[in-house]
């Protein structure tokens, strides 16, 4: 199957089977991702679905939800009190033990921000996501603060990674996060423990956060080149 029709039919699956009336939801960023509000769109259209706010993970799904007419809210509206009951969300890599990298669209911030204030955290991707060891192909993105830049790049050498400064496309310079950050995509050709590393690269003064997700995850929503979409 055609890698955007597969993408598409990974969201529809796990909206379908995920979502429900009156939920909260945390939607997440990319092109997998980005078909959850289609489908979701078209489930309010039919009032087959009634009663979600959503909370985009960034401008470019704020931006679809808002074109398909999907409420949206910001995670600190008190209304929400912080608490989410799903987000869906795409994925760089996934290991055996549901452990990810994101930020490949520079959206790790508020998505993990949304993963951890979800009861339930759920991942949608195609089977070419699926890794033995994470960190072999896919470099760590992290958010740094950019007076920061020169310290956590030295930081992150002495732990193993090779930092590369992501940089504009059309646009000259590097990469600005919607907060304004700089990102790192950092090679580490192969992470022994995603949790130590997740906790190093956060402890370095100037990081913001890192692509490496240790959380939950509750779902996965799997499409296979056949067709074949798995429920795991
Ligand atoms: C954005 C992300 C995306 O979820 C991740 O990059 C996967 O995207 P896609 O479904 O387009 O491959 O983490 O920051």
Sequence with gaps: MDISELKKQIAYKAVDTLVHDNMKLGLGTGSTAVWIAHRIGELLTAKKLNNIIA??????????????????????????????DLTIDGADEIDSRRRLIKGGGGALLREKICAYASQAFAIVADESKLVSTL??????????????????????????????????????????????????DVAFGGIDDPRALEGNLKSIPGVVESGIFTCPVTCIVIGRTSGEIEVL
């Design 135 to 184: 960190g072999a192909v896919f470099a760590v993105p992290v958010e740094v603060i950019p007076e920061a830049l020169y310290i956590v790049r030295k930081k992150i050498e002495k732990l193993g990674g090779k930092p590369l400064l992501r940089m504009g496309q059309k646009i000259a310079g590097p990469v600005l996060t919607e907060h304004g950050h700089m990102i790192l």
């Design 55 to 84: 909370v985009p993970t960034s401008l470019q799904t704020q931006l679809e939800c808002e074109a398909i007419g999907i409420p949206v809210r910001s995670l600190r509206d008190p209304f929400l009190q912080g608490k989410l």
